[in-house]
């Protein structure tokens, strides 16, 4: 998950995350090394984890927006109905990303939980691109 | 507490560091300087040299990770995405110009 903010830079936008989502990528960029086949492939992939970090600002959130973040996530799991056929609620990682793009009022959010972050941010304005339409526009595919 | 800038706008931590530099100006974007920072044109030297140093950390970044990836970056495609990212912007903010204007009538 990566917000894009209305500051213009690089295609008019820069790329900032959140604390939560730079823990989440070293855990899965942390469990490739360990299967990597390669001592080439590992330098390659915690090279590619460095530079991610120069492309894409972290921001980070005052200790009350924190709070809010995990209230506004336990909130969003008691509104869900019980018999909810949703396969899973918002995450406090969720709810971190979610304030980061209320704090840089982000134009675009490029995640896959598009649900999630519409109950989380019900007052913000913002367009979301999925990771696959996100890698279309910069010409992956 | 100490405030974070010293009375010409800079950085306090920067202020033993700062270098004196004589450097031609084409005279628009001298204008254009004294246009956008009227008071303290040194500033508006700093900052727009800063975003560009940033920037360019930023393009680099994306080019050793094309490079990681084994990808070439196209031009022609960043071109069309810019179109539809700035489409995108476009409409939210008009959206969120909207909403505050009918907040303020109400």
């Known amino acids: 998950m990566v917000v894009l903010d209305a500051l213009p830079v690089q295609l008019g936008a820069t790329l900032v995350t959140s604390g939560a989502v730079v823990v989440e990528a070293a855990q899965h960029t942390s469990s490739y090394l360990r299967q990597a086949p390669s001592s080439w492939e590992r330098?390659?992939?915690a090279a590619f984890f460095s530079w991610f970090f120069v492309a894409v600002r972290l921001h980070e959130l005052a200790a009350p927006t924190v709070l809010a973040a995990v209230e506004n996530v336990s909130r969003c799991r008691q509104?869900?109905?019980p018999g909810s056929r949703r396969r899973s609620a918002p995450t406090v990682s969720d709810g971190l990303t979610a304030e980061v793009l209320r704090d840089v009022q982000a134009a675009i959010l490029i995640s896959d939980d598009g649900k999630d972050f519409g109950a989380l941010l019900p007052d913000c304005d913002f367009e979301q691109l999925s990771v696959t339409e996100?890698?279309?526009?910069?010409g992956a595919g | 507490m100490e405030p974070e800038q010293n009375r010409g706008g800079r950085p306090r931590r920067y202020a033993r560091r700062?270098?004196?530099?004589?450097?031609?100006?084409?005279p628009a974007i001298y204008d254009e300087l004294v246009r956008r920072s009227p008071n303290n044109i040194s500033r508006a030297v700093n900052d727009l040299l800063a975003d560009a140093l940033e920037q360019d950390k930023v393009r680099e970044a994306v080019h050793e990770m094309a490079r990681l990836l084994d990808v070439e970056i196209d031009t022609d495609v960043s071109a069309k995405a810019a179109a539809e990212?700035?489409?995108?912007?476009?409409?939210?903010?008009?959206?969120r110009a909207d909403r505050a204007a009918r907040s303020a009538v109400a």
Do not use: G
């Open chain 1, 134 to 138: 996100a890698l279309r526009l910069a």
């Open chain 2, 18 to 26: 700062t270098v004196a530099k004589s450097v031609p100006l084409d």
């Open chain 2, 85 to 95: 990212f700035e489409a995108i912007f476009q409409r939210v903010e008009r959206r």
């Open chain 1, 43 to 45: 330098d390659r992939a």
């Open chain 1, 79 to 81: 509104d869900m109905a």
